[in-house]
Protein backbone atom coordinates (compact mmCIF):
# COMPACT_ATOMS: atom_id res chain seq x y z
CA UNK A 1 0.00 0.00 0.00
CA UNK A 2 1.47 3.46 -1.15
CA UNK A 3 1.58 5.85 2.07
CA UNK A 4 2.33 9.14 0.21
CA UNK A 5 0.31 11.69 2.13
CA UNK A 6 -3.61 12.27 0.76
CA UNK A 7 -2.95 15.87 -0.02
CA UNK A 8 0.62 16.05 -1.72
CA UNK A 9 2.34 19.23 -2.56
CA UNK A 10 2.17 20.45 -6.15
CA UNK A 11 5.51 19.30 -6.73
CA UNK A 12 4.94 15.57 -5.58
CA UNK A 13 1.45 16.18 -7.36
CA UNK A 14 2.99 16.92 -11.09
CA UNK A 15 6.88 15.10 -10.64
CA UNK A 16 6.45 12.26 -7.87
CA UNK A 17 7.58 8.78 -9.19
CA UNK A 18 8.12 6.75 -6.57
CA UNK A 19 4.82 5.34 -5.17
CA UNK A 20 2.84 5.96 -8.43
CA UNK A 21 1.65 3.81 -11.17
CA UNK A 22 4.39 5.18 -14.01
CA UNK A 23 6.98 2.17 -13.38
CA UNK A 24 4.48 -0.52 -14.04
CA UNK A 25 3.58 1.43 -16.92
CA UNK A 26 6.22 3.46 -18.19
CA UNK A 27 7.47 1.12 -21.13
CA UNK A 28 4.47 1.28 -22.96
CA UNK A 29 3.91 5.12 -22.76
CA UNK A 30 7.20 5.40 -23.88
CA UNK A 31 6.44 3.43 -26.90
CA UNK A 32 3.51 4.88 -28.01
CA UNK A 33 4.87 8.00 -27.53
CA UNK A 34 7.94 6.83 -29.90
CA UNK A 35 5.38 6.02 -32.39
CA UNK A 36 3.87 9.13 -31.85
CA UNK A 37 6.60 11.00 -33.08
CA UNK A 38 7.67 8.59 -35.97
CA UNK A 39 3.75 9.63 -37.15
CA UNK A 40 4.32 13.20 -36.92
CA UNK A 41 8.32 12.73 -39.08
CA UNK A 42 6.42 11.51 -41.50
CA UNK A 43 3.02 13.37 -41.57
CA UNK A 44 1.05 10.10 -40.86
CA UNK A 45 2.41 7.90 -44.03
CA UNK A 46 2.53 4.45 -43.61
CA UNK A 47 4.27 2.16 -46.34
CA UNK A 48 3.41 4.93 -48.93
CA UNK A 49 0.39 4.97 -48.15
CA UNK A 50 -1.08 8.58 -45.88
CA UNK A 51 -3.08 6.90 -43.18
CA UNK A 52 -6.12 9.58 -42.62
CA UNK A 53 -8.22 9.14 -39.51
CA UNK A 54 -10.93 11.50 -38.20
CA UNK A 55 -11.72 12.44 -34.73
CA UNK A 56 -15.36 10.91 -34.79
CA UNK A 57 -14.56 7.17 -34.11
CA UNK A 58 -11.67 7.64 -31.38
CA UNK A 59 -14.72 9.83 -29.71
CA UNK A 60 -16.50 7.16 -30.07
CA UNK A 61 -13.97 5.07 -29.15
CA UNK A 62 -12.61 7.02 -25.92
CA UNK A 63 -15.96 6.88 -24.66
CA UNK A 64 -16.51 3.07 -24.70
CA UNK A 65 -12.97 2.67 -23.15
CA UNK A 66 -13.54 5.03 -20.66
CA UNK A 67 -16.75 2.95 -19.50
CA UNK A 68 -14.98 -0.11 -19.48
CA UNK A 69 -12.15 1.24 -17.45
CA UNK A 70 -14.46 2.82 -15.30
CA UNK A 71 -16.28 -0.34 -14.70
CA UNK A 72 -13.51 -2.97 -14.43
CA UNK A 73 -11.70 -0.57 -11.87
CA UNK A 74 -15.02 -0.47 -9.88
CA UNK A 75 -15.06 -4.12 -9.53
CA UNK A 76 -11.62 -4.01 -8.61
CA UNK A 77 -12.17 -1.48 -5.74
CA UNK A 78 -14.94 -3.43 -4.74
CA UNK A 79 -12.81 -6.43 -4.18
CA UNK A 80 -9.92 -4.45 -2.52
CA UNK A 81 -12.49 -2.75 -0.29
CA UNK A 82 -13.99 -6.17 0.75
CA UNK A 83 -10.51 -8.09 1.58
CA UNK A 84 -9.57 -5.18 3.68
CA UNK A 85 -12.77 -5.16 5.26
CA UNK A 86 -12.34 -8.69 6.11
CA UNK A 87 -8.52 -8.09 7.03
CA UNK A 88 -10.46 -5.82 10.03
CA UNK A 89 -12.68 -8.77 10.84
CA UNK A 90 -9.95 -10.97 11.44
CA UNK A 91 -8.44 -7.74 13.73
CA UNK A 92 -11.53 -7.65 15.63
CA UNK A 93 -12.41 -11.29 16.57
CA UNK A 94 -8.48 -12.12 17.28
CA UNK A 95 -8.97 -8.80 19.76
CA UNK A 96 -12.52 -10.80 20.89
CA UNK A 97 -11.16 -14.15 21.81
CA UNK A 98 -7.85 -12.18 23.50
CA UNK A 99 -10.28 -10.65 25.65
CA UNK A 100 -12.39 -13.61 26.43
CA UNK A 101 -9.22 -16.16 27.36
CA UNK A 102 -7.75 -13.36 29.30
CA UNK A 103 -11.43 -12.72 31.32
CA UNK A 104 -13.05 -15.70 31.22
CA UNK A 105 -10.26 -18.17 32.10
CA UNK A 106 -8.57 -16.58 34.50
CA UNK A 107 -6.89 -19.60 36.23
CA UNK A 108 -5.12 -20.41 32.91
CA UNK A 109 -1.59 -19.98 33.89
CA UNK A 110 1.00 -17.53 31.66
CA UNK A 111 2.51 -20.41 29.90
CA UNK A 112 -0.72 -21.55 28.60
CA UNK A 113 -2.55 -18.63 28.12
CA UNK A 114 0.83 -17.88 25.57
CA UNK A 115 0.40 -20.89 23.78
CA UNK A 116 -2.80 -20.60 23.19
CA UNK A 117 -2.64 -16.59 22.07
CA UNK A 118 0.22 -17.36 20.00
CA UNK A 119 -1.54 -19.82 18.14
CA UNK A 120 -4.21 -17.20 17.25
CA UNK A 121 -1.71 -14.68 16.25
CA UNK A 122 -0.15 -17.23 13.74
CA UNK A 123 -3.86 -17.78 12.61
CA UNK A 124 -3.50 -14.52 10.35
CA UNK A 125 0.19 -14.61 9.68
CA UNK A 126 -0.51 -18.25 8.32
CA UNK A 127 -3.62 -16.85 6.41
CA UNK A 128 -1.41 -14.21 4.77
CA UNK A 129 1.07 -16.47 3.74
CA UNK A 130 -1.79 -18.66 2.14
CA UNK A 131 -3.61 -16.22 0.12
CA UNK A 132 -0.07 -14.89 -1.43
CA UNK A 133 0.81 -18.61 -2.56
CA UNK A 134 3.94 -18.23 -0.42
CA UNK A 135 4.99 -20.95 1.80
CA UNK A 136 4.37 -20.88 5.75
CA UNK A 137 6.81 -18.22 6.57
CA UNK A 138 8.96 -18.13 9.53
CA UNK A 139 6.79 -15.95 11.72
CA UNK A 140 4.52 -19.43 11.70
CA UNK A 141 7.36 -21.37 12.41
CA UNK A 142 8.22 -18.69 15.38
CA UNK A 143 4.75 -18.63 16.57
CA UNK A 144 3.83 -22.37 16.49
CA UNK A 145 4.63 -25.27 19.17
CA UNK A 146 6.45 -27.79 16.96
CA UNK A 147 3.88 -30.32 17.33
CA UNK A 148 1.09 -28.03 16.01
CA UNK A 149 3.69 -27.22 13.05
CA UNK A 150 4.18 -30.87 12.75
CA UNK A 151 0.30 -30.90 11.91
CA UNK A 152 -0.05 -27.72 9.76
CA UNK A 153 2.68 -27.29 8.12
CA UNK A 154 2.61 -29.05 4.08
CA UNK A 155 -1.02 -29.23 4.23
CA UNK A 156 -2.85 -27.85 1.06
CA UNK A 157 -5.15 -25.38 3.68
CA UNK A 158 -2.76 -24.71 6.26
CA UNK A 159 -4.41 -21.99 7.89
CA UNK A 160 -7.58 -23.71 7.81
CA UNK A 161 -5.60 -26.93 9.61
CA UNK A 162 -4.41 -24.21 12.13
CA UNK A 163 -8.01 -22.93 13.14
CA UNK A 164 -9.15 -26.70 13.61
CA UNK A 165 -6.73 -27.19 15.94
CA UNK A 166 -6.84 -23.62 17.63
CA UNK A 167 -10.43 -24.64 18.58
CA UNK A 168 -10.10 -27.77 19.74
CA UNK A 169 -7.70 -26.22 22.16
CA UNK A 170 -9.64 -23.26 23.40
CA UNK A 171 -12.38 -25.82 23.86
CA UNK A 172 -10.45 -28.07 25.96
CA UNK A 173 -9.08 -25.09 28.11
CA UNK A 174 -12.55 -23.59 28.51
CA UNK A 175 -14.18 -26.73 29.94
CA UNK A 176 -11.46 -27.62 32.03
CA UNK A 177 -11.51 -23.58 33.36
CA UNK A 178 -15.48 -23.91 33.96
CA UNK A 179 -16.40 -21.66 31.23
CA UNK A 180 -20.94 -22.34 31.01
CA UNK A 181 -21.97 -24.05 27.65
CA UNK A 182 -23.46 -20.28 26.62
CA UNK A 183 -20.43 -18.51 27.07
CA UNK A 184 -18.23 -21.75 25.24
CA UNK A 185 -21.39 -21.07 22.71
CA UNK A 186 -20.41 -17.44 22.38
CA UNK A 187 -16.07 -18.36 22.10
CA UNK A 188 -17.32 -20.86 19.28
CA UNK A 189 -19.34 -17.99 17.47
CA UNK A 190 -15.88 -16.27 16.91
CA UNK A 191 -14.26 -19.26 15.41
CA UNK A 192 -16.95 -19.61 13.20
CA UNK A 193 -16.15 -15.61 12.50
CA UNK A 194 -12.59 -16.45 11.54
CA UNK A 195 -14.10 -19.43 9.66
CA UNK A 196 -15.86 -16.87 7.57
CA UNK A 197 -13.04 -14.85 6.70
CA UNK A 198 -10.92 -17.52 5.36
CA UNK A 199 -13.65 -18.90 3.18
CA UNK A 200 -14.08 -15.47 1.84
CA UNK A 201 -10.57 -14.52 1.79
CA UNK A 202 -10.23 -17.81 -0.65
CA UNK A 203 -13.23 -16.73 -2.50
CA UNK A 204 -11.63 -13.10 -3.74
CA UNK A 205 -8.52 -15.01 -4.43
CA UNK A 206 -9.51 -17.76 -6.17
CA UNK A 207 -12.36 -16.19 -8.65
CA UNK A 208 -10.01 -13.91 -10.33
CA UNK A 209 -12.42 -11.30 -13.34
CA UNK A 210 -12.70 -13.15 -16.01
CA UNK A 211 -10.17 -13.10 -18.22
CA UNK A 212 -11.88 -12.71 -21.83
CA UNK A 213 -13.23 -9.66 -20.03
CA UNK A 214 -9.43 -8.32 -19.31
CA UNK A 215 -7.62 -9.54 -22.27
CA UNK A 216 -10.46 -7.21 -24.61
CA UNK A 217 -9.83 -4.17 -22.17
CA UNK A 218 -6.10 -4.75 -22.78
CA UNK A 219 -6.46 -4.85 -26.73
CA UNK A 220 -8.66 -1.81 -26.95
CA UNK A 221 -6.44 0.43 -24.75
CA UNK A 222 -3.48 -0.44 -27.05
CA UNK A 223 -5.08 -0.50 -30.18
CA UNK A 224 -6.63 3.02 -28.97
CA UNK A 225 -3.47 4.48 -27.93
CA UNK A 226 -1.21 2.73 -31.15
CA UNK A 227 -3.56 4.19 -33.59
CA UNK A 228 -4.38 7.90 -31.56
CA UNK A 229 -1.56 10.03 -33.35
CA UNK A 230 -2.37 9.19 -36.66
CA UNK A 231 -5.93 10.94 -35.82
CA UNK A 232 -3.97 13.99 -34.13
CA UNK A 233 -0.92 14.42 -36.85
CA UNK A 234 -2.90 16.05 -39.18
CA UNK A 235 -4.68 18.55 -36.58
CA UNK A 236 -1.97 19.62 -33.77
CA UNK A 237 1.24 18.60 -35.50
CA UNK A 238 4.29 18.32 -33.41
CA UNK A 239 2.13 18.60 -30.46
CA UNK A 240 0.91 14.96 -31.07
CA UNK A 241 3.26 13.05 -28.92
CA UNK A 242 2.49 15.61 -26.06
CA UNK A 243 -1.15 14.87 -26.31
CA UNK A 244 -0.64 10.89 -26.57
CA UNK A 245 1.75 11.09 -23.46
CA UNK A 246 -1.43 12.21 -21.64
CA UNK A 247 -4.19 9.91 -22.71
CA UNK A 248 -1.45 6.99 -23.20
CA UNK A 249 -1.04 7.63 -19.57
CA UNK A 250 -4.33 7.95 -18.59
CA UNK A 251 -5.81 5.01 -19.87
CA UNK A 252 -2.40 2.34 -19.55
CA UNK A 253 -2.65 3.76 -15.92
CA UNK A 254 -6.15 3.07 -15.09
CA UNK A 255 -5.79 0.02 -17.15
CA UNK A 256 -2.73 -1.12 -15.26
CA UNK A 257 -4.47 -0.12 -11.44
CA UNK A 258 -7.07 -2.48 -11.66
CA UNK A 259 -5.18 -4.82 -12.36
CA UNK A 260 -3.19 -4.33 -9.46
CA UNK A 261 -6.24 -3.47 -6.74
CA UNK A 262 -7.93 -6.91 -8.43
CA UNK A 263 -5.74 -9.17 -6.63
CA UNK A 264 -5.32 -7.41 -2.86
CA UNK A 265 -3.42 -9.85 -1.76
CA UNK A 266 -1.11 -9.58 -3.67
CA UNK A 267 2.96 -7.83 -3.17
CA UNK A 268 2.07 -5.01 -5.61
CA UNK A 269 2.83 -1.32 -4.37
CA UNK A 270 -1.36 -0.91 -4.39
CA UNK A 271 -1.70 -4.26 -2.83
CA UNK A 272 -3.02 -4.66 0.67
CA UNK A 273 -0.35 -4.52 3.21
CA UNK A 274 -0.79 -8.13 4.66
CA UNK A 275 2.61 -8.28 6.82
CA UNK A 276 2.24 -4.78 8.53
CA UNK A 277 -1.99 -5.80 9.41
CA UNK A 278 -0.17 -9.30 10.79
CA UNK A 279 2.51 -7.46 12.65
CA UNK A 280 -0.88 -5.11 14.24
CA UNK A 281 -2.51 -8.04 15.05
CA UNK A 282 0.53 -9.53 16.90
CA UNK A 283 1.07 -5.79 18.99
CA UNK A 284 -2.50 -5.89 19.70
CA UNK A 285 -2.73 -9.60 21.45
CA UNK A 286 0.59 -9.10 23.17
CA UNK A 287 -0.38 -5.31 24.64
CA UNK A 288 -3.60 -6.93 25.94
CA UNK A 289 -1.45 -9.74 27.36
CA UNK A 290 0.76 -7.23 29.38
CA UNK A 291 3.49 -8.44 27.36
CA UNK A 292 6.50 -6.26 25.45
CA UNK A 293 5.43 -5.98 21.81
CA UNK A 294 7.66 -5.52 18.62
CA UNK A 295 7.30 -1.96 16.61
CA UNK A 296 5.13 -1.94 14.05
CA UNK A 297 6.24 -2.05 10.43
CA UNK A 298 7.62 1.37 8.63
CA UNK A 299 6.67 1.91 4.53
CA UNK A 300 9.91 1.36 2.49
CA UNK A 301 10.50 3.82 -0.30
CA UNK A 302 6.48 4.93 0.73
CA UNK A 303 5.17 1.45 0.13
CA UNK A 304 4.01 -0.73 3.16
CA UNK A 305 3.54 -4.38 2.52
Known amino acids: ?25 WPKVLFTVLISSAVVATHGVL ?11 FTLWGLTLAIFLGFRNTVAYQRFWEARTLWAELLIVTRNLTRQILSLMPDLDRPRQRVLLDTLVAYSFSLKDYLRGDKQGADVRRLLDPVIQADVLGKSNPPNVLLGIFGQQLMQQAKQNGVGDPLRADIDQ ?37 LLPFCLVDSIG ?21 DQ ?45
Not at 5 to 23: D, E, H, Y
Not at 48 to 56: G, H, I, N, Q, S
Not at 208 to 225: A, D, F, G, Q, W
Not at 269 to 290: H, K, Y
Open 1 to 25: MITRPQKPSIWALLFSIKGTIVPAI
Open 47 to 57: FEYKVVLTATP
Open 190 to 226: QLTRLSYVLGDCERISNTPIPYPYILMLHRIVHVYCF
Open 238 to 258: WFTPFAVLVLAYTFFGLDALG
Open 261 to 305: IADPFDTLPNDLPLNAMCRNIEISVLEMLGEPAPAQLKPVGNVLL
